[in-house]
């Protein structure tokens, strides 16, 4: 049997340390280190349960390319997760530095880029016939239906920012008891319409059923404490020219990037002169997805009046090929 002083001393402070750290909490040190005895290594699919991640694809059609379009929205969502990891670690925090802002920003800058950069999955990675075939047995169902991307904007900015825009200057100072109100007159809501009719789409009831009070209470608990906010709270010394950068390539990426990726998937799979086909959950994409409709912007005070008027415009010329 081993003598205790045959272990270097840094093993022993690393012991004495672990003996501490359980007497606080009225804990057997001997007890975890038996635990720890019998425990066996881990093992990289276990740790990131693969064979449950790889298990989760479950195509409801013959069609091969269904495969390929569940396991991106899988993807996507969560890029998604990890974007609201980083903006709950702002919210959770009562005073949040400039350096913790750009870092945590920037992170998710990285994972939008991600997302934008690899949505050619989706617009040339999927064969078109199998897609107009296999989508018909996804209805109503739609990536409209994504409430952690709703949760992404409404952690970033407040509110008033994402009312429909003929609304935004009257809500511009609105209260924590509006909340639950302007709901109603969120811009999504406004896409979520039914081509002919007018009437809200089973996508949007569905969702709404399902999402809207943890949606409402999201947004009442990111009252004070989302990116828009926080970034007012700072002092003007720490608002950085490198923080505001990444900030507007923030509002560049999450509010023309991401929805004209989408848009130039359903140009590519959906546009069928004369007569556009609908989006799965019967959302009137033509209208919803380009930027320049909805005018959605986090931080307008750091775009000018110009780019505000333009928005997206540049990127739907570089990519569409149209205004």
């Not at 693969?50 to 479950?58: A, E, P, V």
């Not at 047995?137 to 952690?155: D, H, I, K, N, T």
């Not at 009442?220 to 700072?234: A, C, F, M, T």
């Not at 989006?279 to 110009?306: C, D, V």
Request: some cysteine; hydrophobic content about 40%.
């Amino acid at each position: 049997m081993s003598d205790a002083n045959t272990f270097e001393p840094d093993v022993l402070d690393r012991l004495e340390q672990l003996r501490d750290k359980y007497a606080a909490m009225g804990q057997d040190l001997v007890s975890y280190l038996d635990g720890l005895l019998h425990a066996d290594f881990p093992t990289y699919w276990d740790y990131i349960r693969l064979d449950t991640l790889l298990s989760l694809q479950r195509p409801v059609t013959p069609f091969p390319d269904e495969e390929i379009f569940i396991a991106y929205h899988q993807i996507t969502e969560l890029y998604f997760k990890l974007s609201l990891h980083e903006l709950g670690q702002l919210h959770t925090q009562e005073r949040v530095s400039s350096e913790d802002m750009l870092n945590r920003v920037r992170r998710i800058n990285r994972y939008f880029h991600v997302l934008v950069d690899s949505f050619d999955v989706m617009v040339e990675g999927l064969d078109r016939g199998q897609f107009l075939k296999f989508r018909m047995s996804l209805l109503p169902s739609s990536g409209f239906q994504s409430v952690q991307y709703r949760l992404v904007e409404l952690a970033c900015t407040t509110m008033d920012r994402l009312v429909n825009h003929e609304l935004r200057d009257a809500r511009s100072d609105h209260g924590f008891d509006e909340v639950e109100a302007m709901f109603e007159e969120l811009y999504w809501r406004r896409g979520a319409t039914e081509l002919a009719s007018g009437k809200p789409t089973l996508t949007l009831r569905q969702f709404e059923v399902k999402y809207r009070t943890g949606i409402i209470a999201f947004a009442e608990e990111r009252y004070h404490s989302n990116l828009r906010r926080k970034w007012q709270e700072l002092a003007e010394a720490d608002r950085t020219p490198e923080l505001k950068e990444a900030l507007r390539t923030l509002d560049e990426l999450v509010n023309v990037h991401w929805p004209l990726s989408h848009y130039r998937s359903a140009v590519r799979h959906l546009q069928k002169d004369p007569v556009d086909l609908a989006a799965t959950g019967g959302t009137n994409w033509q209208q919803y997805l380009p930027p320049r409709f909805q005018k959605i912007i986090f931080f307008p005070g750091l775009w000018s009046a110009e780019e505000m008027e333009d928005w997206g415009k540049r990127w739907v010329l570089q990519h569409i090929g149209h205004k």
